[in-house]
């Protein structure tokens, strides 16, 4: 049998284990609504976080990150999926001896000094080994699973279903631009020369910070599918949850950075907020940074999308309607009457919310990291139900996302700040031109393409 033929029979058969589980559950929706049966959405949206955590794989990620865009999927299923782990089970040695003679061949053993063939983490699309060079350096291995591109474009396809159950409960969100935004970043997730430039590229700008370190990528060592980079030793972030606030304050400080700053002076950001995919490293005994750990999940936007995001925030701060209308159009928004801005500015108002209020505090009183926006989303979804949907562009979805997340994150180490300062810091002097130039001149020094 050939390759694409070994493809194409993987993808049919993950195609038919997720249509099964996720389509079971559809049909029961449907059915419910055709005989005017008043639906238990929480059952509902525990059997649909059964059947997708049984998967494994990709479409983990999607679920989790359903969850944490608001009115893609009702609160119920949301919640349910938050809680989902992305761990999936690890490749044992003989079958990761094997995924290593096909990346890196016959002698690959040869090749470093050391190798774990026992995972020291594993995910939803690899794992990842230790392993020691020839020179005694600390390699971190990542390895792709076998047939993700497969598991892959069977996820995506599938994913109309879950947003289908959704149509069914009175959508107030259009959500094509989402799956096609989900399905493009999936499929960069997979090619590891693509994580290994964007790696290069955090590692640029962040060449001179004390508060973020980023990996050194070994290139005679990687592949398409397997990422060999520098091991940075740190401790997991929610081990610090019940540290002295003035340690938890400065994890917070240095996460702040490491989003807002190659967002507002290159027009990046870090889309994946999933915890593990942060560490802290010390220095003489005290938390002193961020490790960022993984690249897979880079979005990176135009210069007059990161121009929209300081329009809107300047907009609210002077409540300038017009600079906030432009803004939400500059981001692609279509088809906007006064009720749907009105909807908007209540999401808009706060994610910004803790950036405009110059004060020390928490990034969100009064609320839980599970919890965190539900009740916003809820105030957007009683407008937008009846004056929507809205169609979400695609580049606002990684943006909210990421946002959520690093709001989780802050929520999770109770830290206070002044949101309102840190933010300014990041912006003070922002000019477009600046950023473009600057986006221009990196981005070809790593080899990343110029965002369209």
Known sequence: MSTEDNRLSARAARYLRVSGNVGTIAAKVAGQRLFGIEADKSKDAIQLARALGGLKGPIMKVAQLLSTIPEALPAEYARELSQLQANAPAMGPAFVKRRMVAELGGNWRGRFAEFDTKAAASASLGQVHRA???????????????????????????????????????????????????????????????????????????????????????????????????????????????????????????????????????????????LGNYSIFEIDGEPAGVNLLDYGCIRTFPTAFVQGVIDLYRGLEHNDRDRVVHAYESWGFEGLNNELIDAMNIWARFIYGPLLDDRERTIAEGTT????????????????????????????????????????????????????????????????????????SAFAETNVPLPQ
Request: proline share 5%; hydrophobic share 40%.
């Open 132 to 274: 020691t060079s020839h020179d005694g350096e600390a390699l971190a291995c990542k390895l792709q699973y076998p047939d993700m591109q497969s598991a892959v474009e069977a996820d995506v396809s599938q994913l109309g279903i879950v947003f289908g159950i959704h149509a069914r409960m009175n959508p107030a969100v259009d959500t094509r631009e989402i799956l096609a935004e989900i399905g493009a970043r999936l499929r960069e997730e997979l090619d590891y020369t693509l994580e290994a430039r964007h790696t290069d590229l955090y590692r640029l700008m962040f060449h001179d910070d004390n508060l973020v370190r980023v990996p050194k990528i070994t290139t005679e060592l990687s592949t398409n599918r397997l990422l060999t980079m520098s091991w940075l030793d740190g401790a997991p972030l929610l081990s610090y949850k019940e540290a002295p606030l003035e340690q938890r304050n400065h994890i917070a400080r240095a996460m702040f950075r490491a989003w807002w700053y190659p967002f507002s002076h290159y027009g990046v950001i870090h889309g994946d907020p999933h």
């Open 369 to 440: 990291p599970a919890e965190y926006g539900r009740k916003e989303a809820f105030s957007v979804h009683k407008i937008l139900k009846e004056k929507g949907p809205v169609r979400i562009p695609r580049e606002f979805v990684f943006m909210d996302r990421a946002a959520i997340g690093l709001g989780g994150v802050f929520l999770h180490l109770d830290a206070r700040q002044n949101w309102y300062r840190l933010f300014n810091e990041n912006i003070e002097g922002f000019e477009a031109a600046t950023v473009a130039e600057r986006q221009k």
